[in-house]
C-alpha cells in the first residue's frame, strides 16, 4: 500500500466524484464526499509518518509510467514529495474534509454537481504538488481551473460570472507561457563530459540537476524565468497581478474561497520554489530586488486597502495579497531561516485564511450580508463564535503563540540575515506590515463583536453548532500546534530546502563563473570558455 500511496491520495478524490455522480440522492452525495475526504486525510497521516526528514530527495517515488512519446521527449506519469511539497499535500488532505463540512447546509442547490466539482479540484491540485514530470504538472495546473470556475460561476454571488471569467483568463493569460518554456525546457541537450547525449524531457528532479552542474546561459534563464514567473506571481497573486483576487474570493461559496485561499493561491508560491528558482537559479539571484520590491509594495498595499473595506470577506481577501507578500520576501531571502519560514506561512496563511473565510461564511449563512456596519455586538449573542474568531484572528496578526508569529518571524530575520544589498531595509518596511495588519484586523474584530447591538437581527443570532465547532476546531488544533512547537513541521522541510539553497547558488555561481570567463576571454581576444548553454 505505501509503494503507491500518492496514486491513491491523488485518485480517492476521482473515485468519490463518480461515486456521488451515481448516488442515489444529495445527503448520500454529502456523505460519500465527506468519507472521502476522511480517507484522503487518513493516507495523508501515513504519508506523514512515513516520511524520512533527514532525507533532500524525493521520497515515494512511483515506477515511472510512460504515457507516450512527444517528438522525442517521453510523458512520464511519476509521483513524489520531499519536505517542500509534502506541507502543502498534508495541507490540501486536511483541509478536504473541512470545506465539506462547512459546505454541509450551505449548499443546497445542485448539491451532487457541486461535491463532484469539489473533488475533481483536490485532485488538481493534488496531482499539481505530487507530479515529477514538468508536463504532467501543467496537466493538473490546468485541470485546477475549470472546477475553480463552475464552483465561482454557479455557486458564488451576485457578480459570479464576471468573477469567474476573470479568474480564468488571468490564470490562462500566464499558463501559455509557462507551457512555451517548458517545451523548451524538454528539447534542450543534456551536457555532460562527453558533451551531448540527449535531450533533457520533462524530468523535474533530472532537470534540476542537470541545470544545476551545466546551467543555460544567462539571458536565456532571464527569459525562461520570466516565463515561469508571470504564471506564478499571477496564481500567488503578486502586485500588480492581484486585481483578479478580491473579486473571486467575494463572490465564490465560502468553501470556494477557502480551497482559494489554502491551496490554490499557493500553486504559485510553489511553483517558484520547485521550478523557476531550482530551473534558472543565475535569473532567480538576479530577479531579487525586482521581486522583493513587488513583495513589499504587496504587504503594504494590500494592508492599507484592506483597512479601508466595509466587506469583511473583501477585507480578508485584500490581506491575502499581504500576507503572500512575505511568503515571496521570505523565498527570495534565499536563506534558509527565510525560505523555512516561507513554507511554513504557506501553511499558516491556508489556516488562518482558510478560518477567517469560514468564519465570515457562517455569520453570512445567518445574516445575508457581510457589511461591516450591520453587525456590532455579536460576542454577547455568539460568544463561543466570538471566542474562534479571536484566536483565529490573533493567528492572523502573528500573536505569539499562535502559527502566524512563528512564520512571521522567520521570514522577518532571514531577511535581514540575507546576504544581498538592501535586504536590512527590506526587513523593516515589511515589520510595518505587521502593524498594519493589527489595525485593520483588530479595528474589523472590535466594530464587529463589541459595542451595542443596533441591528435587530442580531439579537436572534445562534451560536456555533456541533458541526461548525468540529470544523473549526480542527483548524484551531494546528494554529496552535505550530504557535507552540513548529519543529514538528519545519524539521520534516529543513533537509530539502537546504539543498534547495545549495542548487541556487551553485547554479548561480557556475553561470557568473561562465559570463566572467567570457567576458575576460573576449577582452582578450581569445576563444571563450564555456560550463553553462
Not at 106 to 119: C, S
Not at 456 to 479: S, T
Amino acid at each position: 500500500m505505501v509503494e503507491l500511496i500518492l496514486t491513491y491520495i491523488l485518485f480517492l478524490p476521482l473515485l468519490g466524484a463518480v461515486l456521488v455522480w451515481i448516488a442515489p440522492g444529495e445527503k448520500a452525495a454529502r456523505v460519500i464526499s465527506l468519507i472521502t475526504m476522511l480517507a484522503g486525510l487518513a493516507l495523508g497521516l501515513v504519508l506523514w509518518l512515513g516520511f524520512d526528514p533527514a532525507s533532500a530527495d524525493m521520497q515515494f517515488a512511483e515506477v515511472r509510467l510512460e504515457w507516450f512519446t512527444l517528438a522525442g521527449a517521453p510523458i512520464v506519469y511519476q509521483l513524489g514529495v520531499d519536505g517542500i511539497s509534502l506541507l502543502l499535500v498534508e495541507l490540501t488532505v486536511l483541509l478536504g474534509p473541512v470545506v465539506i463540512l462547512s459546505s454541509w447546509s450551505a449548499v443546497t442547490d445542485r448539491v451532487k454537481e457541486y461535491h463532484i466539482f469539489m473533488l475533481i479540484l483536490q485532485t488538481g491540485m493534488l496531482g499539481a504538488l505530487m507530479a515529477l514530470d514538468l508536463f504532467l504538472f501543467y496537466i493538473f495546473w490546468e485541470l485546477m481551473l475549470i472546477p475553480m470556475y463552475f464552483l465561482i460561476g454557479a455557486w458564488g454571488g451576485p457578480r459570479r460570472v464576471y468573477a469567474a471569467i476573470k479568474f480564468f483568463l488571468f490564470t490562462m493569460a500566464g499558463s501559455v507561457l509557462m507551457l512555451l518554456a517548458i517545451i523548451f525546457l524538454a528539447y534542450q541537450p543534456v551536457v555532460g563530459s562527453g558533451g551531448a547525449t540527449g535531450i533533457e524531457g520533462f524530468d523535474i528532479v533530472a532537470l534540476t540537476a542537470n541545470l544545476t552542474s551545466t546551467p543555460l546561459k544567462g539571458n536565456i534563464q532571464l527569459l525562461l524565468f520570466a516565463a515561469f514567473a508571470l504564471a506564478f506571481a499571477i496564481k500567488v497573486p503578486m502586485f500588480p497581478f492581484h486585481t483578479w483576487l478580491p473579486d473571486a474570493h467575494v463572490e465564490a461559496p465560502t468553501a470556494g474561497s477557502v480551497i482559494l485561499a489554502g491551496v490554490l493561491l499557493k500553486m504559485g508560491t510553489y511553483g517558484f520554489i520547485r521550478f523557476a528558482m531550482p530551473l534558472f537559479p543565475y535569473a532567480a539571484v538576479k530577479a531579487v530586488p525586482v521581486i522583493s520590491v513587488l513583495a513589499l509594495i504587496g504587504i503594504i498595499y494590500g494592508a492599507l486597502v484592506s483597512m479601508v473595506q466595509e466587506d469583511v470577506k473583501k477585507l480578508v481577501a485584500y490581506s491575502s495579497v499581504s500576507h503572500l507578500g512575505f511568503v515571496m520576501l521570505g523565498m527570495f531571502a534565499l536563506t534558509s531561516t527565510g525560505v523555512q519560514g516561507s513554507l511554513l506561512q504557506m501553511v499558516n496563511h491556508g489556516l488562518s485564511t482558510g478560518a477567517l473565510f469560514l468564519l465570515v461564511g457562517i455569520i453570512y449563512e445567518r445574516r445575508h450580508t457581510r457589511l461591516i456596519s450591520e453587525f456590532g455586538g455579536l460576542s454577547k449573542v455568539m460568544p463561543l463564535f466570538a471566542v474562534f474568531f479571536m484566536i483565529v484572528t490573533l493567528s492572523s496578526v502573528g500573536l505569539p503563540g499562535l502559527n502566524g508569529f512563528v512564520g512571521e518571524f522567520l521570514i522577518l530575520a532571514g531577511t535581514f540575515t540575507a546576504k544581498h544589498a538592501h535586504s536590512k531595509y527590506y526587513a523593516v518596511v515589511a515589520a510595518t506590515g505587521v502593524i498594519f495588519a493589527a489595525c485593520y484586523m483588530l479595528w474589523m474584530f472590535q466594530r464587529v463583536m463589541f459595542g451595542p447591538i443596533t441591528k435587530a437581527q442580531n439579537r436572534e443570532l445562534k451560536d456555533l453548532n456541533g458541526r461548525e465547532v468540529l470544523y473549526l476546531g480542527i483548524i484551531l488544533v494546528f494554529i496552535v500546534w505550530i504557535g507552540v512547537y513548529p519543529s514538528t513541521f519545519l524539521s520534516r522541510s529543513q533537509a530539502t530546502v537546504d539543498r534547495f539553497i545549495e542548487q541556487v547558488e551553485k547554479g548561480r555561481a557556475l553561470t557568473q563563473s561562465s559570463i566572467d570567463s567570457q567576458k575576460t576571454h573576449a577582452e582578450a581576444g581569445g576563444p571563450a570558455g564555456r560550463t553553462e548553454r
